[in-house]
């Protein structure tokens, strides 16, 4: 733990490289007369600089952050939703910092910007590294740029020292022309493209204006039709596998005071819709002992909900009794559960008046899926039991499914290297083991997962705030970022 805080200090104040320098000019100076003693220390510093890269990996890399934060489509707050005037800007930006580290850059039939390297003697499983373009409404400025802003300098820094044409397979940046779905509500439009899991139905996805993708698309004159939306699909045996930088968007690495961890897994999701029906009627003549209160019913089975989910252990049991939980952990499940209620409506929704029907949400995560089976199972129990007592009606609907995502152990063992070298290069400590982390937000990951075997990386953001302007990442957090990338690819490419 000392370690640990010491290397979030040296992050934080990236003083130790100046103070690596000027200790050994001051050994330098006691050595040797004044004259070579300054040549000396110069050459080192460089040295020391250039293995590391700053100014690519740390100041441009945060500059062009800056930039791409400020490629909105509103005045006041970042918003880039997918194919708007403002996300062809930044697809324009990112296409020639592209072009600037060597690569070869088009645009595909989704709004994908593409940029790739192709060496000589290379063989065809290309690695992609990628992450979105698009943003939330009223986001922060890293979530999604970072990846594609990080990866794109590692593969700079090769250039510029000659290793891009060495490389044994070509490198591939995908920026991801939707991944949030703001504008038509459906996550993954480009990433699901490339990995061809995208429903050909999509295309006729209406956005609030009556648009749909397809219109869109045409509009920025990309024809793609029903007929050839398949041909965006990468074929598996032409992909090695698939690389994503991101910020964590939670508070883990914070509290640990570390920059960087791997990533072991995307949680997997459901989404379900309680509707509770009670007697609506008037809040100064119904005694309470005769109320049934759709609202006060939803209370209760939110507060249980919480319970159910704090502690699974005391509900749910792994001994195969119920059907459900004979294959999985609820271990695992403790450590990884996390359930929310984000939305609550009512109806009337008037202030004397008992409420006729309360209606709200419940969005489950783990990275275990039985165990989230089980959860739902054991939550519709409760909720029998709590609305038969207080003579409601309760109604629970499944409107979203997604299997949970594990990254790949040999992907994984390679990041975790290239991060711990990184910070060890950086720092010139030893940061001890680079932490495992499971993701809770959905990530391009997770579309890739159906194309090829996926890896991740996640970088520190302060205070774990992210879809939101105080997102921030360190510039040494972004040179970290970098830096292990650039390592990932020179060590295992
Ligand atoms: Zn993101």
Redesign the pocket.
């Known amino acids: 733990m000392a370690s640990h805080s010491t290397i979030n200090k040296l992050c934080k104040s990236s003083k130790l490289i100046p103070l690596v320098i000027s200790l050994f000019t001051i050994v330098v100076l006691l050595l040797s007369p004044i004259s070579a003693a300054a040549a000396a220390s110069t050459h080192v510093s460089d040295g020391l600089k250039n293995n590391l890269f700053p100014e690519i990996l740390r100041e441009e890399a945060v500059a062009r952050l800056y930039e791409l934060g400020k490629v909105s489509d509103v005045d006041g707050y970042l918003e880039r939703t997918f194919l708007s005037p403002a996300s062809i800007r930044a697809g324009n930006l990112i296409q020639t910092w592209m072009g600037d580290a060597g690569l070869t850059t088009w645009v595909d039939g989704l709004g994908n910007v593409h940029g790739r390297v192709q060496p000589p003697n290379a063989s065809k499983k290309a690695l992609l590294i990628g992450?979105?373009l698009d943003t939330v409404v009223d986001a922060g400025m890293f979530?999604?740029a970072l990846g594609i802003v990080s990866a794109i300098s590692a593969l700079k820094v090769l250039n510029i020292t000659g290793r891009l044409r060495h490389l044994r397979h070509p490198v591939e940046v995908i920026a991801f022309s939707d991944?949030e779905g703001v504008r038509f509500q459906s996550t993954f439009l480009g990433s699901e493209a490339i990995a061809g899991v995208l429903p050909v139905s999509t295309l006729q996805i209406p956005d609030k204006s009556g648009l749909t993708v397809q219109n869109v698309l045409k509009e920025n004159l990309i024809d793609t039709t029903e007929a050839n939306l398949s041909l965006l699909k990468y074929e598996p045996e032409s992909v090695l596998g698939y690389v994503e930088v991101?910020i964590e968007q939670g508070p883990v690495l914070e509290s640990i005071g570390l920059p960087l961890a791997v990533v072991k897994g995307i949680a997997g999701q459901t989404r379900l819709k309680v509707t509770v029906r009670g007697s609506q009627g008037h809040a100064g003549t119904v005694p309470m002992s005769m109320r049934q209160d759709p609202l006060v019913a939803a209370a209760e089975l939110i507060v249980s909900l919480e319970s159910l989910c704090k502690n699974p252990q005391d509900f749910i049991s792994n001994d195969g009794s119920d059907g459900h939980c004979n294959a999985f952990s609820v271990k695992s499940l403790s450590g990884s559960l996390v359930c929310t209620v984000g939305e609550i409506s009512t109806w009337p929704s008037a202030s004397n008046v008992i409420p006729g029907q309360v209606v709200f949400t419940v969005d489950i995560r783990t990275i275990d899926d039985i165990g989230r089976e089980a959860v739902i199972y054991e939550l519709s129990n409760q909720m029998h039991s709590i609305c038969d007592r207080r003579s409601v009606s309760c109604l629970m609907e499944r409107k979203h499914d997604a299997n949970a995502v594990s990254c790949d152990s040999g992907l994984n063992s390679h990041l975790k290297s290239a991060a711990y070298g990184a910070l060890k290069r950086m720092t010139g400590e030893d940061i001890g083991d680079v932490p495992v982390l499971m993701s809770g937000a959905g990530?391009d990951a997770m579309a890739m997962s159906h194309l090829t075997k996926v890896g991740m990386l996640f970088v520190r953001c302060r205070g774990g705030i992210s879809h939101s302007p105080e997102e921030h990442v360190l510039e040494d957090d972004v040179w970290a970022a970098g830096l292990a990338i650039q390592a990932f690819l020179e060590t295992n490419l």
């Open positions: 992450s979105h979530d999604g991944e991101h990530h």
